[in-house]
């Protein structure tokens, strides 16, 4: 999968699997060469192959960051009616999982268009005692830049989206 030419089409499997999900994972490498998978619901893609988390509460996301700044991020559609619509056709009508490369950046404080876009996407949970506890103080942001993309393949159910 070609990074550049599917970007769109990359963006908008995120957005629907943060519809389905709420989360995407992030799998980094610590010191010790382990592998560790952090669920992050804040990041945003942007319109040129970056993107940005807020970095709250993912410390061993944020310490391996100093250590191995190598990402990959899934984002897997779990929409119950996207699975069932495709067992029963056969094959899926877009991919159900993305993965993607990249490297992050420096923490950094969040601009007001960041914040924004994170009030915009949790705003259905405004009216609930937890919003305010998980996402009322989101004030730091690290930058991906994402070097690949790689689409989930599952036998003949996706053979014709290559």
């Known amino acids: 999968m070609d990074i550049n030419n599917s970007w769109p089409l990359i963006r908008k499997h995120f957005n ?10 992030i799998a980094s490498v610590d010191a010790d060469d382990k592998p560790n998978v952090t669920p992050i619901g804040t990041l945003f893609l942007n319109s040129n192959q970056t993107g940005f988390y807020f970095e709250k509460y993912p ?8 250590i191995n700044s190598n990402v990959c991020v899934l984002a897997v559609n779990s929409g119950i009616w996207f699975w069932l619509k495709s067992l029963v056709r056969g094959q899926f009508s877009s991919y159900p999982a993305i993965q993607l490369y990249g490297r992050l950046g420096e923490r950094r404080i969040a601009t007001d268009i960041e914040v924004s876009r ?34 989930i393949q599952l036998a003949k159910m996706t053979n014709h989206l290559t």
Do not use: P
């Open 59 to 66: 410390k061993k996301l944020r310490k391996n960051a100093d």
């Open 118 to 151: 994170l009030q915009k996407r949790m705003s259905a949970t405004k009216i609930t005692r937890g919003h305010q506890y998980l996402w009322g103080d989101m004030t730091y942001v690290r930058d991906i830049i994402f070097t690949k993309a790689e689409s």
């Open 16 to 25: 629907r699997c943060f519809s389905t999900n709420f989360h995407v994972s």
